[in-house]
């Protein structure tokens, strides 16, 4: 097991909303997560702090409190993961520090509960695989998002860069060193509404022709980019967003931040996650990257790039 109990976020790149209907999706851990400290208490119960999301909260006493639905979906996360490693409720801090935003399509709820996790079963000890934790974290990330496909908590987990399916999980392949210039919006989503309103939209089909031409999109962006041929991987991300928008789950003021990228010079742009507010991903040539920051800046997003694979 790892030195630092770290989550790890992510970008997904292609096959957003597809991946949940079996389609592959090309997703990239973030250079930069969450880590869980791990203090033992005088009494008490499990509690949890991130600083920088202004969190503080107290696992919940025990599983039929689970069920309560007027609980802290984050305090029922908290002890999902306790009640999956069989620790109960121990009398600890978990002081958490974030180096990501929270709620911004970002894999922040995954790394989160993968710090937590990595972070307890250390502290008790227990051996636990890659796989066990993977477990564990998802059992908070249904309680806060559903039924989701898996991608953060494998990327979260894992780190690094690779094809995702809900049948086969994480596929990690070594790409060339790819710069995504991250560009959080600061509108607020859920991606739980988002995956429901694909659902409606296209009756949650698989065979749905916006659902295979993302699915596709994520073949042909993976071919570019093991093929250096950035261009092409950018011109894959602009129709993917297109799709996305189509699928009801852009917004006016992603759409402007992808426009705004390109015509700074960007190879491509689209929104990265769940949609319906979170972030924007874009890839430019290395002298475009500051006028694609600086156009993003002038919209009041804070944008940085982060650098994937290599
Ligand atoms: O926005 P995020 O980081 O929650 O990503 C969601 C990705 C979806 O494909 C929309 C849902 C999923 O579970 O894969």
């Known amino acids: 097991m790892r030195d630092t109990n770290i989550g790890w976020g992510k970008v997904i790149v292609l096959g957003e909303h597809a991946v949940v209907y079996g389609y592959p999706a090309l997703a990239a851990a973030l250079d930069r997560g969450v880590t869980i400290d791990v203090v033992p208490t005088r009494g008490g119960s499990l509690r949890l702090s991130v600083e920088a999301w202004d969190l503080k909260l107290e696992a919940s006493d025990g599983p039929r409190r689970l069920e309560a639905p007027d609980a802290n979906p984050m305090a029922r996360g908290l002890s999902a993961i306790a009640d999956a490693l069989g620790i109960g409720r121990p009398s600890l801090s978990l002081i958490g520090e974030a180096q990501i935003p929270p709620g911004a399509g970002l894999g922040s709820s995954a790394a989160l509960a993968v710090a937590i996790a990595i972070g307890l079963a250390k502290h008790h000890e227990l051996m636990l695989s890659d796989d066990a934790i993977i477990e564990a ?174």
Not at 162 to 171: A, D, Q
Not at 220 to 225: C, Q, R
Not at 247 to 272: E, F, H, I, N, Y
């Open 137 to 310: 974290a998802s059992a908070s990330e249904r309680i806060l998002h559903g039924k989701p496909s898996g991608i953060d908590v494998a990327l979260a987990v894992h780190g690094g860069l690779g094809v995702f399916r809900r049948s086969t999980g994480l596929r990690p392949f070594s790409a060339p060193e790819l710069r995504i210039l991250v560009g959080p919006s600061g509108a607020p989503r859920s991606t739980a509404l988002m995956v429901e309103r694909v659902s409606e939209v296209t009756g949650a089909a698989a065979t749905d022709e916006r659902l295979t031409e993302l699915g596709g999109l994520t073949d042909v962006g993976a071919t570019a980019l093991l093929a250096k041929d950035f261009a092409a991987l950018g011109v894959a991300m602009n129709r993917a967003h297109h799709v996305l928008g189509s699928l009801g789950v852009s917004t006016p003021q992603l759409d402007m931040l992808c426009q705004v990228a390109r015509d700074a010079g960007a190879w491509g742009a689209k929104l990265t996650g769940a949609g319906g507010g979170g972030a924007v991903i874009a890839i430019a040539p290395r002298q475009r990257e500051a006028a694609v920051l600086a156009a993003w800046k002038q919209k009041g997003v804070n944008g940085f790039v982060a650098t994937v694979g290599g």
